[in-house]
Every structure is written in C-alpha cells, then in structure tokens.
C-alpha cells in the first residue's frame, strides 16, 4: 500500500491516526459486549474505516454526510462523544432518537449528519435535495452521501444519480464495495466490470479507488469537493474493501472463502497506516501503546457512563404528541368580509400554490412536466415566468427520488411541494413516503416540510392506473397528515394551511372536480385548518359522513329528497379527522351512513364506523351503514365504471338506513 502525504504536515498525520485508530477500539470494544450479552446487535466496519475517516476529514464540517451502518467513523470524526453514540447505541433517553431507533437511523443538524434507514438505498435522492438547496441558496459546497454496492442494484441508486447529473447537484455518491451485502457477493450482484463504470451513463465523472489507504480517500474526496464547490456537478468514486466481520455478528462469515480474509488482512487500513507513520519518523513505536490505553481507558468511562443511566420510562401521550412537529397556525381565520372570486376547483388550487410560492421565498415546487407545459392539469402554467426554473421544477421520471429530493431540501432549510402526476404513481415513491417522510420528526425532531400534491379519483374513465383513491394508504400511517378539499375555498385553503404546515401533508386533489366544480374564493391569503369537518346541510334523520366527490354525491342525492333531512358531513381531512364534529352529529340523528369513492374493504370508512361504535354505539337507532365502491380495480369503460362507484349504491343503502 502505498501512501502520498502531499502537503500534510506531521501534526496532520498524527491527528489522522488518532481518529483512525478510534473508531477500530471502540468496535473492538463492542464486540466484547456483544460477547458478554450487554448489546444486542452491531454491524461491524472493522477493515472498512479508512473510507469514512478519510471521507470525513476532507469534508468541510458544514458540509452534509449521509453515512451507512458501517461508518461510525464518520461520526467520531465528526467528534460526537462516544457517550451520546452509546446512548443511541442503547436506546437511553439521551440518544438522538429518545429510543425510537437504533444505531445510525438518526439525523443531527448540529454535526451535519442524516442517518439512513433499513432500506438503504432512499438516502441518496435526500442528498439530492440538500445539495440543491446550497446551490439554490449560494452556498459552494458539497455533500457526501454513502451506500454499498449492494444497495446500487436498488432503482433509488438509479434514481439519484440521474437527478443529480440532469441538475447538476455537488453531490460525492461514494459506493463502499466490501465484496459482500450480506452473503451476496458481487458477482451476483452486478456484471458491471467495476461498479464506477455506471458513471458514464449518467454523463458524470467516476473514481475508483483503494478504500483502505487512508490517504488516497482523503485526498481524492477533498480534490472532488473542492471543485465541485465553485462548479457544481456530481461524481462517482468507488471505494474498494473488505469486510471482515459478518454482515452483523450474528449472521457470521462462513459464506466467505478463507483466503480473501487472508489477502486483506495484509491490507489492514490501521495497520498499513501506523507502518508507514512509523517509517517516516512521524509515529514513535512507544507511542502506541500509550495512546491505546488512554483511548480505551477513555471508551471504558464513557460506556460504563451511558450504562448508568436509566432506562425509558414508556409514556404514550409523548410518543403521541411526538409523531408530529407542534403546528398552529394564527393566521386562520374566518374571512366573510374579504373579497372574493369565484373560481374552479383547478384555478382555487392554482392559486392557493402561486400565493404560497410568493410567500415562501423558499419554497421549491418539483414534479414531471411542471415548468414550461404547467403540468399534466395545467395548474403550474405560467409559474416559470414568474419564479422561475430554480424554483419550478420538472423532474425525471422518478417518483422516489422526487420525494427524497423534496425531503432533503426540507433538511436543509427550504420548502417543498412535489406533484405525482397522478396518485396512482405515487406506489412508485411509496417507501419515502411512509418510511422516510412520515418518520423523520419523530424519529430525530427534524420537520419533515413537505407537500405531496395528488391527482385522484375517478368518473373520467381513465382505467385502473390513473383512477385509484388510495387515500387510506396514508391515514395509517403515523406521521403524515391527508387533506381532501371538495370546494374551490377549501382546496385552496387547504393547500396553502398544507404548505405553511412543517409536516408532511398528502393533498388529495379530485381530477372531476378539477373544471366541474366553481365556487367563491377568498382572494388572499386563506388558510382551513387541517383537521375540522364542515357541516354542509344541516338534518335530524341521518348523518351522511364523506368527502371529497362523494360530498357532490351527496347533495345531489340530497336535493332530490328535500324532505329527508339528512345533515351533510363533508370532513376534509382525513389525518387528523373530526371526531368531535362527526360525533356530534351522528349522537343528533341517530343514523350514519359513511360514504366514500374509494373501495369498501378497508376503506377510510372503516376507521370511521369502528369509531362510531364504538363512542357513540347508544345513540344509534340503525347499524351503522358504508356505502363504498366494488372491490376491484377501477374499469376504464364508462358504463362499468359507473356500476364500480359508489354512487350507484347511494340511494339504496340510504333506503335500508332510514328504513331500519
């Protein structure tokens, strides 16, 4: 192994082999708990640390790093204390996740470091967004994001690199190749010769490098980062290592043939690098046991420290309140004297969008065909001209990384609304939504400030792909709220409380509705507070609890039975929903039936209902009733697609309520 100090001075080198050193005793340390049954599980990067060290140390330290959970290296080097790693390690009250989540699964804005999840691969788009942000505020800098070589068989690796190239994003991918994801060896991973090869497709540079020399991944990341600060634009390195434990202890190594054990421990990242200090009369021989003991010393007292501390004590209205970032917003109000417009339902939204982009200097919108066309609908047309392309934004086809992107300039400091071009595409993102956006705050106090817009809904005859209402995808998922305007007022009003919101919304839009539907407009800043219901039509005899089109159902249903006397809930939000209000009305009637576009097997009707029964089941005077569309997939063809919606069934399920 050869090094090349270039113009490090000796101080440096010193300095290097310390926080090298670190990271192996602390593993070294862990894997005798691991031994003892004080820790339950650890994922080794002993052999590996050169490539985080070194990679840290050439970042600047308001630079982002997106690491693995193999790179505590990145961590030290960063200089959290070991206790505070313990406590995440333990799940003590002062980790960085109060417990909530394990090892490198967090988030720190105070050292620049966003941890990743189980899957892997989704926090390369998230670099994405960070590095978009700096450009977009000015700021030269770069960011450094980790994955395996495993992980860049995952559409997100795909996904993030061509982002970052068609945006020219300062953005280091860096693919720690360790032979092995879990017991998958390469060779049946990718037929690629080298995986930095995949750099030519996305018309970005590549390197491939020698992971464990220490020097040669410092000097190569600060080369990159340094001008990718005044030129912006990505790279590709591939680290080359090995792992030397298993993918976690308890999975072992036997996969592993014996002589690769033996060709890399000569290639040993602490070792060759305190030879070569020794040779070049840097590192003294009787240094090192001195400063192994003191290090040791050191990670005893602080472990035993984190140890000594109590555990959880388990409290459900703070895990509660904790899944989403306190949120009240003083500006809404009730606006009856100011002026209004009428408006469509599409130009409502438009609207509530365009008053939110000016009030938000910060605020990015990002989706397929968004800029110059204005998007599938229209909404964004004329956006350009006024914020422009920084800021209005078309995206590849790329549902995952949109979101991500959107995620990551939500950790840095923007706002961001991204729209699928239709919700049912949204399968496509799914995992960034319900694992990362839905996740993040609670799981490190991080606001996850994101607006996901979704065209949804059917009677356009658009067929099984482009109809779905898969609204109760998200409602039981913690951590996301859902938003369903029926009128031109609230869409727009719902938008813009949405947009001010710091949590992540999911803001069903209606495609019928989009020109069907008009109706006055405040003119100004509106905002509905997510969460309450609005009683459309006042009765006695039943409670009719909907949303969205089904509302327009309703009171047409209703208009033609005036004598009936049904009160008309139209909800609006589904995350959080009005109890209180749909409470209230169904202990007045005596009757409710719950209706809804989407199927009836676990439908958001079915939340309800089970409410119902559950807090108001003495008020009843009839069962509770759902009136729902088949359970199939929505037919293209107008005649078939008429029979799947619930409308069809409205009147006779209202006849069996009422005639109970």
């Known amino acids: ?19 090298l050193l670190w ?53 030290t080097a960063r200089d959290i204390p070991l206790s505070r790693l313990m406590a995440q390690w333990q799940g003590k009250a002062s980790g960085f996740t109060k417990g909530r989540d394990r090892s490198f699964h967090f988030g720190t804005q105070e050292y620049k470091i966003i941890g990743m999840i189980s899957h892997l691969g989704p926090q390369m788009a998230l670099a994405d967004g960070i590095a978009l942000a700096d450009v977009l505020s000015g700021r030269n800098k770069a960011t450094l994001v980790f994955t395996g070589e495993g992980a860049t068989s995952e559409g997100d690796f795909h996904e993030a690199l061509n982002i970052a190239a068609v945006w020219n994003l300062p953005v280091i991918f860096l693919i720690e190749n360790n032979g092995y994801a879990l017991s998958t060896p390469v060779s049946e991973q990718y037929k690629a010769r080298f995986l930095v090869d995949k750099a030519i497709g996305y018309g970005m540079e590549g390197f491939r490098i020698d992971g464990n020399n220490l020097l040669e991944v410092y000097h190569t990341i600060n080369e990159l980062a340094t001008a990718m600060r005044e030129k912006p634009r990505p790279v590709l390195v591939e680290c080359m290592t090995f792992r030397m434990r298993g993918h976690e202890e308890a999975s072992g190594t036997k996969y592993v043939p014996e002589h690769l054990f033996d060709y890399w421990k000569e290639k040993d990242p602490v070792v060759n690098f305190e030879r070569y200090l020794i040779d070049e009369n840097v590192l003294r021989t009787e240094w090192i046991p001195q400063m192994r003991e003191e290090f040791i010393a050191q990670i005893e007292s602080e472990i035993e420290k984190v140890f000594s501390e109590p555990d959880i004590i388990p409290n459900a209205e703070t895990e509660l309140q904790d899944m989403y970032k306190p949120y009240n917003n003083t500006a809404i109000q009730h606006l009856s004297n100011t002026t209004k417009t009428t408006r469509r339902y599409i130009d409502a939204i438009s609207d509530g969008l365009r008053q939110s982009m000016r009030k938000f200097g910060n605020l990015v919108i990002m989706g397929q065909d968004i800029a110059e066309y204005g998007g599938a609908f229209k909404i964004t047309q004329g956006f350009v001209e006024e914020f422009g392309r920084a800021r209005v934004r078309n995206t590849p086809i790329c549902e995952s990384a949109a979101v991500g992107a959107a995620l990551g300039l939500a950790l840095n400091g923007y706002k961001a609304v991204m729209e699928m071009q239709f919700a049912d595409f949204v399968t496509s993102g799914f995992n960034q939504v319900v694992n990362n956006l839905a996740k993040t705050y609670y799981r490190w106090e991080h606001p996850a400030d994101v607006v996901i817009r979704m065209p949804t809904g059917a009677g356009t005859g658009a067929g099984p792909f482009h109809s779905q209402s898969n609204e109760a995808w998200f409602t039981k998922t913690p951590g996301l709220k859902v938003v369903y305007p029926a009128f031109p007022d609230d869409a727009k009003g719902l938008l813009m409380a949405a947009i001010d919101d710091p949590n992540p919304v999911m803001y069903f839009e209606h495609k019928y509705l989009y020109r069907s539907t008009s109706g006055e407009v405040p003119d100004g800043d509106y905002y509905v507070e997510i969460g309450k219901a609005k009683v459309i039509q006042e009765g006695t005899r039943a409670s009719i609890i909907t949303y969205g089109l089904g509302v327009h159902w309703v009171i047409q249903y209703a208009g033609k039975y005036p004598d009936l006397s049904m009160e008309i809930i139209d909800l609006r939000s589904l995350q959080p929903w009005d109890k209180e209000a749909v409470e209230q009305s169904v202990r007045k009637t005596g009757r409710a039936l719950i209706l809804h576009e989407d199927t009836l097997t676990s439908g958001f009707g079915s939340e309800i209902a089970a409410h119902l029964a559950e807090h108001c089941f003495t008020y009843l005077d009839a069962p509770i009733m759902r009136c729902a569309s088949l359970d199939t997939a929505i037919p293209m063809n107008k005649d078939l697609e008429d029979q799947f919606l619930a409308k069809s069934r409205l009147e006779e399920t209202m006849e069996r309520l009422l005639a109970y």
């Open 1 to 19: 192994m050869i090094f090349d100090r270039k113009n490090l001075n000796n101080n440096q080198l010193i300095d290097f082999y310390k926080k």
């Open 23 to 75: 990271p192996r005793l602390v593993e070294e340390k862990m894997l005798i708990l691991l031994r003892q049954g004080r820790i339950g599980k650890w994922f080794s990067g002993i052999g590996q640390e050169a490539i985080a060290i070194g990679s840290t140390l050439a970042m600047n330290i308001d630079e982002y790093i997106l690491p693995m959970h193999r790179n505590l290296g990145v961590f």
